[in-house]
């Protein structure tokens, strides 16, 4: 199976979550570039799939660094865990140091409701609730998510904007295109098969794109 396809694969079975049988995926990493539209390539995102027992596992990496002159002006560091019990988040943990500046997130699901634990206390949230992080599909189709950063209630809307054809590494791949608004403005684009093949987002009034590499 290719690895755009097991992606979508597993991004569709997040979504749905077929019971008794938890974690389907085998084990694999994908890798994205993050570029600046001043700066160019300023880092990478990788995210590893894996299984302890029925839970699915997912483990994100992000580093990047802007320099202007050989000197180094912003710098990011992230580290997301994830564990995934058939369609429901049951743990979610952050660590990022966003140019010197810590963040720390812990969500625990607790019966009917999400526990999350961040720098300005503890929130509770919809037991239905995800993470910001797009690289589950699910995220288009909830009003509500929380910032995988800060740990913050974000409401927000999902609408579909065509599809368009993106470069995934040597190939050209169509690609459904949604627009992010209220709380968070973003474009997200996903393949036919749910995959996440890229992000939009402005920081400082720059864009930042986040693309998938193959």
């Known amino acids: 199976m ?6 979508g694969v597993l ?16 084990p694999g990493q994908d890798t994205y570039t993050i570029k600046h539209e001043l700066f160019g390539e300023i880092g990478r995102h990788v995210i590893t799939y894996s299984c302890e027992g029925d839970d699915l596992v997912v483990e994100t990496e992000i580093d990047g660094e ?15 865990r994830e564990v995934w ?7 979610f943990d952050s660590r990022v140091d966003d ?16 526990r999350i634990d961040r720098r300005r206390g503890t929130i509770e949230a919809p037991a239905s609730i995800v993470s910001d992080h797009p690289w589950n599909y699910a995220v288009i189709d909830r009003t ?3 910032d995988a950063r800060r740990g913050k209630l974000r409401h927000v809307q999902v609408e579909p904007a065509g599809e368009e ?16 608004s209220g709380d968070l403005e973003r474009v997200l684009w996903y393949g036919k098969d749910g995959a996440w093949l890229q992000s939009q987002l402005e920081y400082s ?3 930042v794109f986040v693309t998938r590499q193959e």
């Open 2 to 7: 290719g690895r755009v396809l097991a992606a």
């Open 11 to 26: 991004a569709v079975w997040v979504a749905t979550g077929p019971a008794g049988h938890a974690c389907s995926r085998p």
């Open 66 to 80: 802007a320099t202007m002159l050989s000197v180094p002006v912003y710098a990011l560091e992230g580290r997301y």
């Open 85 to 91: 019990h058939g369609d429901r988040l049951i743990s």
């Open 99 to 114: 140019n010197g500046e810590l963040f720390e997130v812990k969500a625990r699901a607790e019966g009917d409701h999400m």
């Open 144 to 146: 509500l998510l929380f």
């Open 165 to 180: 054809t993106l470069v995934i590494g040597d190939a050209k791949v169509a690609a459904d295109k949604y627009v992010v």
């Open 205 to 207: 009034g720059s864009k």
